[in-house]
């Protein structure tokens, strides 16, 4: 039997650890309501072919939104790390929410049904104002959310029943709710609540992330993907002489091979674009507008060029460029089909993803250029997250500009009336690649035996042409390195010099002289708005 006393005293504890406790395990509801809420939605997703996925949206929306001075920042900070940096940054927003959700779902209720259904407006919009959105689009986040709706309230009723069950009946005041409903114990209450919790909540991790990762349109790509045959070029780049690359251990090799090429794209999930489907129109200012498909284009006489692409955010002396063997079909001939009107001067292209680039026409319809609407990379068809199955690829342009993957449209207009992508962001809307230089080896900070040193690299001057490359240690004279026989101007150059280190702490720098007699600017400049300018330095320490 319990004395009176003995009662209230422990009413007084249950009702201290049922705040402290109520937070956490109304928490918790909140959490287990996101989770729910995203798996339900992610597995909408993947049953309707990869649409309306509400986390890439808002996180690719993010990407669109950002400041362009934080995205360098970001990119900087996290190099190609930077997609999950923003996945992470999501998630953390998300469990704060989640939290905040649940908490107020049991103080004040509706307000967390509010807080949720106003996340899952933002969701949804993103949703529909995304690339390729469909009408079918904004079910998965519609799904989500309905089930999420249903779980908290279920999940809040059953966390207040477990509080309620603890409140001691007799010292109720008559006629409240707890007075009039019949009572389980607390036990029961506590498991009813627990073990929806935790049900609901493991099995939303598990079959969230596994509907994430099974991305069931991609997979079924990469299988057309392996099924088609890349043509052979009937204009093939010419045969690599012995004397085209230079043998020294350490140096970037003439070609880089694809899975070492950097990769750079707003894309946080790779577009899987079924060829079979795909589409390239050529609209906007000319006298025919042009339809073709993948099979129509691999049926063209294609051409081999090795091109070294180039990102405008690369930093002197950075890697975020590369040389490959790129197979396709001259974009120039597609144009002169199109027949661009007077007045036009850019081609503005779009991934299926929005992605767009402005590249002047000039350059597109040069006959001394090889612009290329690529199938191939390396002698294989392009990989998924190079573009498959078709991207542009521009000598003397900057990726930004001119080397759109997964293209869908290329709009003859003017920079006047239109701006690629990341020209509304700051950058320049032009952006030819400037002369540069980079020391492959020795290893900037790297300590060296005294002696014969090989120091190597590459020197690019796209279409114009490298003509010389110096070296300089600490503050001697230029010296001429040794250049490898030039392939083609649109393609780097690896260089060498034979340097005798002699100890203690040296600086070696490198500059290149392209063939007009021009040579590349000691003057420092970031990547924005147009690419980064100086000369690369490395510092060795010689034992
Ligand atoms: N669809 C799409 N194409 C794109 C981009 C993009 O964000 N989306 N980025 C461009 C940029 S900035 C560069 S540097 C090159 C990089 O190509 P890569 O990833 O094949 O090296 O792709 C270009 N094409
Ligand atoms: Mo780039």
Not at 55 to 62: D, E, N, Q, R
Not at 325 to 344: D, F, S, V
Not at 447 to 463: C, E, F
Request: charged share 15%; proline share 6%; glycine share 8%.
């Amino acid at each position: 039997m319990q004395t009176p006393t003995n009662l209230l005293v422990e009413q007084r504890g249950a009702a201290a650890m049922t705040r402290r406790a109520l937070t956490l395990w109304s928490s918790l509801v909140g959490v287990v309501t996101a989770l729910v809420t995203l798996a339900t939605a992610q597995v909408l997703s993947a049953a309707l072919g990869g649409v309306g996925d509400p986390l890439l949206a808002v996180g690719s929306l993010l990407v669109d939104l950002a400041p362009p001075e934080l995205k360098t920042l970001v990119i900087d900070l996290f190099s190609t790390g930077d997609k999950l940096f923003l996945f992470l940054s999501i998630a953390v927003v998300l469990l704060a929410l989640s939290v905040i959700v649940g908490v107020l779902q049991l103080r004040k209720p509706p307000l967390g049904l509010l807080v949720l259904v106003g996340v899952g407006a933002v969701a949804l919009l993103a949703v529909v104002t995304r690339a390729g959105v469909t009408p079918l689009s904004p079910l998965p986040i519609l799904g989500g959310l309905a089930t999420g709706i249903l779980l908290l309230r279920v999940l809040i009723g059953r966390l207040s029943a477990w509080r309620d069950a603890r409140q001691p009946i007799g010292l109720q005041a008559p006629g409240t709710r707890n007075w009039a409903e019949p009572q389980h114990p607390a036990s029961i209450e506590r498991r009813r609540f627990l073990v929806l919790a935790l049900v609901a909540g493991i099995s939303a991790a598990v079959v969230g992330s596994a509907a994430r990762t099974m991305s069931a349109a991609s997979s079924a790509v990469t299988a057309v993907r392996k099924a088609i045959l890349l043509p052979a070029a009937v204009a093939p780049a010419p045969e690599l002489a012995v004397t085209s690359t230079l043998d020294v251990a350490g140096i970037s090799p003439f070609v880089t091979p694809t899975a070492d090429f950097y990769r750079i794209d707003t894309a946080l999930q790779v577009p899987a674009v079924d060829p079979t489907t795909w589409k390239l129109r050529i609209t906007g200012m000319v006298e025919q507008e042009i339809e073709i498909g993948f099979d129509e284009l691999l049926a063209l006489p294609l051409e081999e060029h090795y091109v070294t692409l180039a990102c405008v955010s690369n930093e002197v002396g950075g890697n975020l460029i590369g040389n490959a063997l790129w197979r396709g079909y001259p974009i120039r001939e597609l144009l002169a089909r199109a027949r661009p009107t007077a007045g036009a001067d850019m081609v503005l292209s779009t991934s299926i993803d929005g992605f767009t680039a402005s590249t002047p026409l000039s350059i597109l319809t040069d006959a001394d250029t090889a612009a290329l609407l690529a199938v191939g990379m390396n002698g294989a068809l392009l990989p998924l997250d190079h573009g498959f199955p078709v991207r542009m690829v521009v000598p003397g342009l900057f990726g930004y500009v001119s080397a759109t993957k997964w293209v869908v449209e290329l709009k003859v207009t003017t920079f006047a009336k239109d701006m690629g992508y990341w020209t509304s962001r700051g950058w320049s809307a032009k952006g030819p690649v400037k002369l540069s230089s980079r020391i492959d080896t020795p290893l900037d900070g790297s300590t060296q035996k005294a002696g014969r040193l090989a120091i190597a690299g590459v020197a690019w001057a796209q279409h114009t042409g490298i003509s010389r490359v110096e070296v300089r240690v600490d503050d001697g004279a230029w010296q001429e390195a040794t250049l490898a026989n030039r392939v083609t101007p649109d393609a780097w150059l690896q260089w060498s010099y034979d340097w005798a280190a002699t100890s203690g702490m040296h600086r070696v720098t490198v500059r290149a002289v392209d063939s007009n007699g021009r040579t590349q600017t000691a003057a420092e400049a970031p990547p924005a708005p147009d690419g980064s300018t100086g000369v690369h330095g490395i510092s060795v320490r010689v034992s």
